[in-house]
């Protein structure tokens, strides 16, 4: 049994309820530093002796679901399992604060919206407060400047960050409150900086004009990472290029990006088509001469079998581009409009009154209309559209098909243009342990199908500024070719109000000065960076004062990334990217993926569909351990539903460990609770059920340690039960002295090792009625106790079958009560037990205590039998109970 500190008589209280568990608790925890990390301790141990998690940092806008629960449940059971390990565990949590959930919570929030154009306003008061809920309409948001704006998301994520720190300490996250952090706080700023200059150094981080997809309701370009894939409706439109005089008819849904078409395309393949491969066609309506080419892309079995390369359609159309050398004609702009001078190849043209009467600055919607009206005008459009749902990639926040555009933007190289650089990313993920093994596939298939690198550039406002600055020529255009870089030890900086070396404030955007970059990173790119942040990577300013050479040096690479499947593509990719260009290495050994949690109709929980329930209510209403047995009985890698009859079971659970450990821990009134507690065993019963404990200490540990904390939940619930159910209720009245005191001893003292045994197998699952009973008797914790060996579970000596025998015995027994509508204390006067010879023998060693649970007063005789069997029960009605 655990050496930890005991009081001399457990203080028990008369009706133990899980109830207001969490404040108690919560606030001795936080007094007294439960959870601290103790950084002098870990220096001074073996590595293996330290336990690191890099904590996905949740996104501070709005409020956290279930789903959240979820996920950091399960990593709170590994940091409690591995501190009884006797292990150091860093154990940090930040929050993501920057990026695009927060800019749009905070312009629904007040009613604004950031505006790169519009003046800083000292005076400003933003003209809602708390309209979240009601998505204020982008021409109703109030522009200001993003002098103005910043200080808003500033305020709101910081009241967001109060409540979700709240919740989680309700939650009873084990987390040191000591090491938070912010991604957009000093330090996080400072190590996404020099991070990225140091990409920038070494040739990995890089400037380029190119095609993109871009948002045009947030203004910002969305990386390949961020895409997803949904039905949009669309109609396909059958339309004819001339070729002399013959027609080559097209199907497409995007007739308004014909006079942005370069040529058109059919696999080589394709019997149809060979004739014109080489010569060219002419556009309708616009008469723009293009060519006929070939491409392995083309899909000879859809629509006509050749299709209309545009500048820019779809992601297609960019890899035709790109590698069949086609001409730039973008007429999209970055405000989702058609451009409003006509283009030059246009210009002279057929369609050039067309273009500029019907098409510039006309939204892709009018101009689609007006191109199909022109086509039905001109006779080049065959037949009627035909309604079709068409994929379209969409930004996974936005909610209008995504546009590709030409613009400048900051890229980081990930294997996606580098076959060398994606077969050593992909070297790195077999160098991580993933949970469960079968996850590391979809970080393999997502780096082998990568097509572009990691564009980290965003046209946003609350992030990460890059820290750059460009020269101005003498007619004061930027020269991109030579940016000027922040020099490290000046880190964090903005380059809108900092200045760099050797310019003065006043050459600020004037020709022969300098302009500050205006982008900001994307939220990734800082959060990529955790493990640096919150392990002391040391950076040149030591902004935050975070730095700790030694600590770094301990704990990374990190033991533990737990995070969704979802965002494998996403934070796990870029954080193994990160540390294979700074550090060589990967940034941790271990990657623990829990699934969604889905809702009644089977979909994922999000606060984006509207379909998430706030964790706060569940938690009052069912406790906070009955919550996190639900979330707990969930597999690693497994979706999950949303079941409150899941949480049900979980409450009843924590409250008969109240009233079990009540019962086992009254017999300490006696002496026999006290002393060798293991030398005092000696009843067979008594033995078994300590034998059976010993089985469960090994498989709940061997669980453990395979990452399978699910099963280990499970063997330690089913032995509990039957620790109630069957050996509570046998042992009772020996242990009440009904069979004499040595008797009685023996109970008391495997009560005694089986509930300390007990308690600190369900500790890391529930944590705030195991920490109730634990006090009880102990002046510690038993969040600091030693996770329980086999060898602290008494004798050796027992057969763990004999339980479960006699307690099918006494099952029978019950049964046969039941079958004669009778109570439970009804006598037993007779009865035969059959059963092979072997299981007579268990139930003959504990034949007394049968006898006392079953109220079996008159001859038990013994049969030979296949099975354990109770036949011929004679039974009297117990006598009516005193009024």
């Known amino acids: 049994m655990t050496d930890s500190a005991q009081s001399n008589t457990p203080q028990i209280p008369d009706k133990p309820t899980v109830d207001g568990l969490e404040d108690k608790w919560g606030a001795v925890w936080r007094e007294n530093d439960t959870y601290k990390f103790d950084r002098e301790r870990a220096l001074s141990l073996p590595r293996d002796q330290v336990f690191s998690i890099d904590t996905p940092p949740p996104t ?11 996920g950091y449940t399960h990593t709170d059971v590994v940091a409690r399992y591995q501190r009884m390990q006797g292990k150091e565990v860093f154990y940090p949590l930040g929050w993501d604060d920057n990026g695009l959930p927060t800019e749009r919570r905070v312009q629904n929030y007040y ?12 005076d400003f008061t933003p003209p809602l407060r708390g309209a979240e809920g009601k998505s204020v309409k982008a021409a109703d948001q109030v522009p200001i400047s993003r002098a103005n704006f910043i200080p808003l998301c500033e305020e709101l994520t910081t009241e967001d960050e109060v409540a979700f720190e709240s919740l989680f300490r309700r939650l009873g996250v084990s987390v040191d409150w000591a090491q938070t952090y912010r991604t957009i706080d000093d330090r996080s700023r400072a190590v996404a900086q020099e991070a990225f200059l140091h990409n920038l150094e070494r040739g990995e981080a890089y400037q380029a004009e190119a095609p993109g997809l871009w948002d045009v309701t947030f203004q910002s370009a969305v990386a390949q990472a961020e895409l997803e894939a949904r039905d949009y409706p669309g109609a396909f439109h059958r339309v004819a290029f001339h070729h002399g005089d013959d027609k080559v008819y097209i199907e497409t849904t995007r007739p308004e990006l014909i006079p942005a078409c370069v040529a058109l395309i059919a696999h080589p393949d394709d019997e149809r088509y060979q004739s014109l491969f080489g010569s060219t066609v002419t556009s309708p309506l616009f008469g723009v001469e293009i060519p006929v080419v070939a491409h392995h892309l083309a899909e000879p079995d859809k629509g006509a079998g050749i299709a209309m390369c545009c500048t820019f359609g779809d992601l297609t159309d960019v890899t035709w581009w790109r590698e069949l050398q ?22 002279g043209g057929p369609g050039e009154q067309l273009y500029a009467d019907e098409l510039a600055t006309k939204t892709v ?7 199909v009206e022109a086509l039905i005008g001109s006779g080049d459009l065959d037949g009627e559209p035909k309604p079709t749902q068409r994929k379209a990639n969409f930004f996974e926040k936005g909610d209008k098909p995504l546009e590709i555009v030409t613009s400048r933007q900051w890229y980081l190289t990930n294997g996606g243009r580098d076959a060398d650089l994606r077969k050593a990313l992909v070297a790195r993920g077999e160098q991580i342990d993933f949970h469960p093994a079968f996850m590391r596939s979809r970080y393999t298939n997502w780096v082998d199908g990568l097509n572009g690198d990691w564009l980290i550039s965003r046209q946003r406002f609350f992030g990460v500024p890059f820290p750059v600055w460009y020269p101005l020529d003498a007619d004061g255009e930027p020269d991109h070719e030579h940016p000027i870089p922040a020099a490290a030890d000046t880190l964090p900086i903005d380059p809108a109000t900092d200045v760099p070396p050797g310019y003065t404030a ?63 593509r996403t934070w796990l990719f870029a954080t193994v990217v990160r540390s294979h260009f ?98 005092a065993v000696t009843d067979p019963l008594d033995l078994a059920m300590l ?22 939940l499970e063997l330690t619930e089913a032995f509990f039960w039957t620790f109630c159910d069957d050996y509570i209720e046998l042992i009772k009245d020996r242990a009440y002295g009904g069979q004499g ?104 060693a504990s034949e007394g205590d049968l006898r006392a649970a079953g109220k079996v007063s008159g001859s038990l005789a013994y049969a030979e039998g296949d099975s354990l069997e109770v036949r011929d029960a004679q039974l009297v009605p117990p006598p009516p109970r005193k009024k």
Not at 60 to 70: E, I, Q
Not at 517 to 545: C, E, F, H, K, R
Not at 787 to 797: A, L, Q, Y
Request: charged letters at 25%; aromatic letters at 8%.
């Open 60 to 70: 501070a806008s709005g409020s956290l679901h279930v789903g959240h629960v979820f």
């Open 111 to 122: 009613g604004v919206r950031g505006d790169h154009s519009a003046a800083y306003d000292p």
């Open 326 to 347: 086609l001409p730039m004609r973008s007429i999209i702009t970055r405000n989702g409009r058609l451009q409003g001078e006509t283009p030059a190849w246009i210009a």
């Open 365 to 371: 919607f009018s101009a689609r209309k007006a191109v």
């Open 506 to 568: 006043e050459q600020r955007g004037v020709p022969g000065g300098f302009i500050g970059d205006p982008d900001i990173m994307d939220t990734w790119a800082t959060s990529s960076l955790s493990p640096q942040i919150v392990s002391g990577w040391p950076v040149a300013s030591n902004a935050g004062d975070r730095n700790d050479d030694e600590l770094f040096a301990k704990i990374f690479p990190m033991d533990m990334r737990p995070q969704g499947h979802d965002i494998i």
């Open 582 to 679: 700074e550090h060589d290495n990967v940034p941790w050994t271990d990657a623990a993926i829990n699934g969604w949690i889905l809702d009644p109709d089977r979909k994922k929980m999000s606060k984006s569909k509207g379909n998430a329930v706030t964790p706060e209510d569940v938690l009052t209403q069912h406790s906070a351990d009955a919550v996190r047995y639900w979330a707990a009985s969930g597999r690693l890698g497994m979706d999950a539903a949303y079941e409150e009859s899941q949480m049900k079971v979980g409450r009843r659970l924590a409250m008969k460990l109240l009233n079990a450990s009540k019962f086992a821990l009254s017999m300490a009134d006696s002496e026999h609770g006290k002393g060798d507690l293991a030398a």
């Open 691 to 712: 034998a059976g404990l010993r089985d469960l200490v090994e498989q709940a540990t061997k669980h453990f340690e395979s990452w399978d904390y699910t099963r280990s």
């Open 741 to 844: 005191d040595a008797p009685a001893a023996s109970a008391h003292a495997a009560l005694r090792i089986a509930l300390d045994v007990q308690l600190r197998l369900f500790a890391p699952f529930l944590p705030y009625s195991t920490e109730e009973v634990w006090s009880w008797w102990h002046e510690d914790t038993v969040h600091r106790a030693s996770w329980p060996t086999p060898e602290e579970c008494g004798p050796t000596s027992g057969n763990p079958q004999a339980l479960h025998v006699v307690g099918e015995a006494l099952a029978g027994i019950r049964k046969a009560k039941s079958d004669a509508k009778l109570g439970m204390r009804a006598e037993v006067t007779a009865l035969t037990l059959a059963a092979p010879a072997d299981l007579q023998e268990l139930v003959r």
